[in-house]
DNA sequence: ACGAGGATGCTCT
DNA sequence: GAGCATCCTCGTG
């Protein structure tokens, strides 16, 4: 199991997320190890409205204002973004493309491989559908107790990181691709930025 | 199965 | 004060 690099990082994130599709997500919290299979992403880049990074850049594409929070996403490729939604949602996402430049990549959902018992807990459900604990960007990070203390830091080491998948090599799948969720008011909704793994059932609705 | 609406709090203007 | 990269519940059928 090997983490990913930041050199994995430095690209476009259209490029990047299919690529992080089948790849994991591991936290190792002072709960426990929990680990998921990512099975759907975004991509997000300053120079499209969807993306937080474009109301916080010059015409040139210079960053405007570094206190802002979506400063983040002009960070060292392979760190982490992690913002609230709607004032009760973590978002996970990793910073994508050469520092400076202003983009990311969104985890929209996961299959959970390990610690089901700390994602039950930590999301209150239990012995439900199994799905429901982390097919949504704001329940899986409820599911793997992921929030603000993890924003801004490298994704290459614990306590939070992204790796290879076992067994390798993994299982092949097929990536299907869809316009991007929940915008507002069509900020970018024609742009099919979405990626997902056709056919799981751990894909958002 | 599906849609409408409320919760909720932080960020930026 | 508006807007928001969501989630859940409670209506309908």
């Known amino acids: 199991m090997e983490a990913l690099q930041p050199s994995f990082y430095a690209r476009h994130p259209l490029v990047i997320a299919p690529d992080l599709l089948g790849k994991w997500v591991v936290h190792e919290s002072v709960q426990g190890r929990m680990i998921g ?5 975004e991509a997000y880049r300053y120079d499209e409205a969807g993306c937080h990074a474009w109301k916080n850049v010059y015409a040139d594409g210079s960053l405007r204002d570094p206190n802002l929070i979506s400063a983040g996403l002009f960070d ?20 994508c493309e050469p520092e400076g430049v202003g983009a990311g990549v969104l985890i929209r959902a996961i299959e959970p491989i390990e610690g089901l018992m700390l994602m039950q807990q930590n999301r209150g459900i239990f012995g439900k559908n199994p799905k429901l604990l982390t097919n949504g960007p704001g329940k899986l990070c409820q599911a793997f107790g992921i929030d603000r203390r993890l924003h801004r830091l490298p994704l290459d080491r614990p306590p939070l990181y992204f790796t290879t998948p076992l067994p390798s090599p993994a299982e092949p799948f097929e990536c299907g691709v869809s316009p991007r969720i929940g915008l507002a008011k069509g900020m970018g ?15 958002s609705r």
């Open 189 to 203: 909704d024609t742009l099919a930025w979405r990626f997902f793994i056709k056919g799981s059932p751990w894909v």
């Open 76 to 95: 060292a490729p392979g760190t982490s973004y992690i913002y609230i939604s709607y004032g009760l949602h973590w978002m996970l996402n990793v910073v």
């Open 37 to 41: 299979r990512i099975v759907e992403t």
